[in-house]
């Protein structure tokens, strides 16, 4: 096993220092390059930290505008650095259930998204909502209609901030990937600076990654399973931030009504709205009746009266 | 107390925000999300008291659940979620990955020498057809948590509890 290490670690280091190496003439240069790779190893195969999730999200979500044209609404006020409209109101949900999220620290769950949590609303008539790893979630315009009150767009947030704090999509990337590129991005580790063939390999790891979430969320979907859970827990932050948790429930009701309709881009990527409900059918009691004020009842209404 | 304030201590209360403080004794913590917030109390939904971003070295006195007490190098005293911080001492280049050359033994050890500003500029430029610039408005838009708070207390989420 020492050799086998040994081994690997010399792959990414350079000729010169492995020759040194093996003369037995080793520089301080050597130990603080070789102990910079060894650590490196070590955080890479551990886990892909929020840095690198960033990176992978920052893409993915340029990818989610590129196949809505980039038509989202309040985009001038965006452009001006500013939260406005609609888009002010998805946030203030959005970010009231990801701070119930981010409250409690479950095993398994991400760390925080270093660029914190943002929530788009793009111009679609498919009801769907997407979540890019790194906390950029997308909700279309025919999700935010169909959801009749703000504990139910608070639910369907609460879905997608669940697969972001549990790394679902992360779990799509092929793990040959991963496997595959370790000692391409290992090579760079104790270097002033990457080279052009470097810049390529990693290039190349970002390209599958993006390729791996971008087909989860657009062609073959999550596993059931992990649907479910975003489920159940979507509800549970929800029911922490102070919302409904029955809202989701009733989201569902409807989106099974719609399921005939074509207009639902949930039913080509999610499990059966009904299956979904039976599931979360034994979640349910353990949940009390919230009763939903008027005040919000009416905001939600104005909110959202603009969108078309 | 007005009734904005209790609807936000309820919700601050039903987060877990409360809990019990245990002491931290001068330690350094290191801020590894882009930007963050120094909050007045231990929640999301209080007060930004300070801003801090990527890097920014802070001394912690104590803990309460995830939350650390913090003050900054100006000297502004708050909390900081234990989520945003590495829990030592680091050298951190404030865009993740650095630019060329611009990463630390630090930023190795703690994050691996992956993707960087020069891996996404190769990405780009093999993808003409894809605009950054939406996503970096987007990820630069803000909610303060007192916003948060009054939004909470407005609509009184939480109050049927």
């Not at chain 1, 010169?16 to 060894?38: E, F, L, P």
């Not at chain 1, 809505?68 to 009231?96: C, F, M, P, Q």
Request: aromatic share 6%; net charge neutral.
């Amino acid at each position: 096993m020492r050799r086998l290490a040994f081994v690997a670690l010399a792959a990414t280091l350079s000729c010169a220092t492995v020759d040194r190496i093996r003369s037995g003439n080793i520089t301080a240069s050597d130990i603080q390059t070789a102990t910079k790779v060894v650590k490196g190893i070590q955080s890479l195969n551990e886990e892909i930290r929020p840095e690198q999730e960033y990176y992978v999200g920052r893409s993915v979500a340029t990818n989610i505008l590129a196949k809505h044209d980039y038509k989202y609404l309040d985009k001038a006020a965006i452009e001006r650095g500013d939260l406005s409209g609609v888009t002010r109101y998805v946030n203030d949900v959005g970010n009231v259930v990801a701070a119930a999220a981010m409250e409690t620290h479950r095993d398994g769950d991400r760390p925080a998204p270093i660029a914190g949590w943002h929530f788009v609303v793009v111009e679609s008539d498919l009801i769907n909502a997407f979540a890019a790893p790194g906390g950029f979630i997308f909700i279309t315009t025919a999700a935010v209609k169909t959801a009749r009150s703000e504990d139910e767009l608070a639910c369907v947030l609460a879905h997608e901030v669940a697969h972001v704090v549990r790394g679902h999509a992360l779990g799509n990337i092929q793990k040959s990937r991963l496997a595959g590129v370790s000692s391409d991005v290992l090579q760079a580790a104790g270097r002033e600076a990457l080279s052009p063939e470097q810049v390529n390999q990693l290039n190349g790891l970002l390209e599958g990654i993006i390729q791996d979430t971008l087909d989860a969320l657009f062609v073959k979907g999550y596993s059931r399973d992990t649907e479910f859970e975003a489920d159940r827990l979507g509800v549970e932050i929800a029911a922490r931030a102070g919302y409904d948790p029955q809202a989701m429930t009733r989201f569902l009701q409807t989106l099974a009504k719609e399921q005939d309709t074509g207009k639902g881009g949930f039913f080509a990527t999610h499990p059966a709205a009904t299956d979904r409900l039976a599931k979360l059918a034994n979640e349910m009691p353990k949940y009390a009746a919230v009763t939903v004020p008027k005040v919000r009842v009416s905001r939600f209404k104005t909110a959202i009266e603009t969108v078309r | 107390m007005t009734r904005r304030t209790m609807w936000a201590a309820v919700l601050a209360a039903a987060l877990g925000a409360s809990g019990v403080v245990a002491a931290q004794g001068g330690k350094t913590v290191t801020v590894q999300t882009l930007t963050g917030k120094v909050q007045k109390t231990p929640s999301f939904l209080a007060p930004t008291v300070a801003k801090v971003v990527r890097g920014d070295q802070l001394s912690s006195l104590e803990q309460q659940k995830d939350w650390l007490r913090v003050t900054t190098k100006d000297g502004q005293s708050g909390w900081i979620s234990k989520a945003s911080v590495v829990d030592k001492a680091v050298a951190l280049s404030t865009k993740p990955g650095g630019g060329a050359g611009g990463v630390s033994e630090d930023e190795v050890a703690l994050a691996g020498r992956g993707f960087s500003p020069e891996v996404e500029a190769k990405y780009r430029s093999t993808h003409p057809d894809l605009d950054f610039s939406h996503i970096d408005k987007i990820e630069k838009l803000d909610v303060d948590g007192g916003e948060l708070a009054k939004f909470v207390a407005d609509g009184k989420i939480g109050g049927g509890k």
